[in-house]
Each structure stands twice: as structure tokens, then as C-alpha cells.
């Protein structure tokens, strides 16, 4: 929602990501939304000043359904609770580094 004009926008993602249940959770931090991968096998980065939504695989580390649900930032990470994840999950912003 952009607040100076009151308007909405939708970004499409599906020509990046498919299936139900990708994502349960975000966070905010240095122009970054963060989405905690659920279904999906990647981390999904929304720049806000592109408006340009991407993901990084994880698939290296972690492949089974219902990984992390929720997310929250802090100091440079954004933190994903683990729902079926042995481990917390960590999104270091700056390095773009995904780490359990």
C-alpha cells in the first residue's frame, strides 16, 4: 500500500514461484521484505525500491514441506521460526545468505 496516494499494487510472482503454501511469514529490513520459505525450497526477497520479488534456493539444506512459519527482523537478519525444521533459519540481508 503506498500511503502518499492511497493506492495498491499487486506484483505477480507466479512466473517465479508455484504451488500453494510457499511462504508463512515476513519481515522488513533495509528496503527488503524477507519471506519465510514454507513449501518452497527458497527464500523469497521483495525489494521494495524495484519492486522486483526473487528467490534464493535452499534446497542444499532443506527440502521437506511446512520448513518455517514466520519470520521476524533484527539487526541485519531476519529470523524464521522453524515449524518442521530441526534448526531456526537466518537471512543475513547484507550477505544475502541463507543459514539454519
Given at each position: 500500500f503506498e500511503v502518499a496516494t492511497s493506492t495498491f499494487e499487486m506484483l505477480q510472482v507466479s512466473n517465479t514461484v508455484s504451488g500453494p503454501s510457499k511462504?508463512?511469514?515476513?519481515?522488513?529490513?533495509?528496503?527488503?521484505?524477507?519471506?519465510a520459505p514454507y513449501n518452497w525450497?527458497?527464500?523469497?526477497?521483495?525489494?521494495?525500491?524495484?519492486n522486483s520479488f526473487s528467490t534464493v534456493s535452499i534446497?542444499?539444506?532443506?527440502?521437506?514441506?511446512?520448513?518455517?512459519?514466520?519470520?521476524?527482523a533484527?539487526?541485519?537478519?531476519?529470523?524464521?521460526?522453524?515449524?518442521?525444521?530441526?534448526?531456526?533459519?537466518t537471512w543475513?540481508?547484507?550477505l544475502s545468505k541463507f543459514s539454519m
Open positions: 511462504f508463512a511469514g515476513a519481515a522488513a529490513w533495509d528496503g527488503q521484505v524477507v519471506f525450497d527458497g527464500v523469497g526477497i521483495y525489494d521494495v525500491s524495484t534446497k542444499d539444506q532443506i527440502t521437506h514441506d511446512a520448513k518455517f512459519f514466520g519470520a521476524a533484527y539487526d541485519g537478519l531476519v529470523v524464521f521460526a522453524p515449524e518442521r525444521a530441526d534448526y531456526v533459519g543475513d540481508v547484507s
